[in-house]
């Protein structure tokens, strides 16, 4: 009687062990980056349309000069402005009208729409160089913003000024993804002219960075789906349980002497 006690304790044991690692077991190749990289015999060349200046955008404009005093009037609350390791999300800006003119001291408005912000930062200069002469102009994109959502380690929106940011930079604003995170299944949300475009990612794929997605733009929405074998795992965790409870509760009553006979 004993002995029988014992073999089926241990059977109990193995079956519930075994359910637990078959439902907590994920592939690999579902965890990493670049499962491709080998097949790669060339560099990936993707010459990204640089984003052009539409209205309601913002933009950040410092005036270079060699002259202090100039420099002093455009520029004294810049650093005030900026963090503490020069982030441009701080800044104020100036603000793209409807019309795509911004109102810029002395000059009045300039019409920067659909222009490169090297191209805004030309014609700023050429209209300043009526009023101050030998300056150089910077213009960059401030409180661009890109949403990152799901399987990450911190959701939320988060600001950038790079004029190139890939897809992979923009998880890494969010922490990089969880454990749960799947690679291959990762959705990419564009408002694109008033349409609502969805695109489908692969990470794993390097064939990725060919892609016109692979860089971000402002607003842009990504979304990391949980591994199927994960969200799969879940129901299994039901399973596994209710048959550790009957295993333990069978083993009970076999030491109790209540089981069988």
């Not at 692979?214 to 789906?225: A, L, R, S, T």
Request: charged content about 20%.
């Amino acid at each position: 009687m004993a002995n029988r006690k014992n073999r089926f304790l241990r059977f109990s044991l193995l079956i519930t062990f075994l359910a637990i690692l078959v439902s907590s077991c994920v592939p690999t190749s579902q965890l990493s980056y670049f499962n491709d990289i080998d097949e790669l015999n060339e560099p990936t060349v993707n010459p990204r349309t640089q984003k052009l200046i539409k209205p309601f955008d913002k933009l950040y404009v410092r005036v270079l000069s060699i002259d202090l005093q100039t420099s002093q009037i455009f520029n004294s609350t810049d650093e005030m402005r900026m963090g503490s390791y020069g982030s441009l999300a701080g800044l104020i800006g100036y603000l793209v009208d409807e019309d795509g003119n911004i109102n810029f001291p002395f000059v009045g408005k300039i019409n920067v729409e659909s222009l490169t912000t090297a191209e805004a930062a030309e014609r700023i200069q050429t209209a300043l160089s009526d009023y101050v002469s030998n300056t150089s102009i910077i213009v960059k994109y401030v409180d661009n913003q890109v949403t990152v959502m799901g399987e990450v380690m911190r959701q939320g929106v988060y600001s950038f000024s790079q004029d190139k940011l890939n897809i992979y930079e923009a998880l890494g604003l969010g922490g990089g993804l969880t454990r749960y995170g799947d690679r291959k299944n990762i959705i990419l949300v564009r408002n694109d002219e008033g349409r609502v475009i969805r695109y489908r990612l692969n990470l794993s794929d390097s064939k990725i960075a060919n892609k016109s997605y692979y860089f971000i733009m402002p607003n842009d929405v990504i979304i990391v789906e949980p591994l199927k074998a994960i969200s799969t795992s879940y129901s299994n965790i039901t399973y596994t349980t209710i048959l550790s409870t009957v295993s333990t509760a069978i083993a009970v009553l076999l030491f109790a002497g209540l089981g069988f006979n």
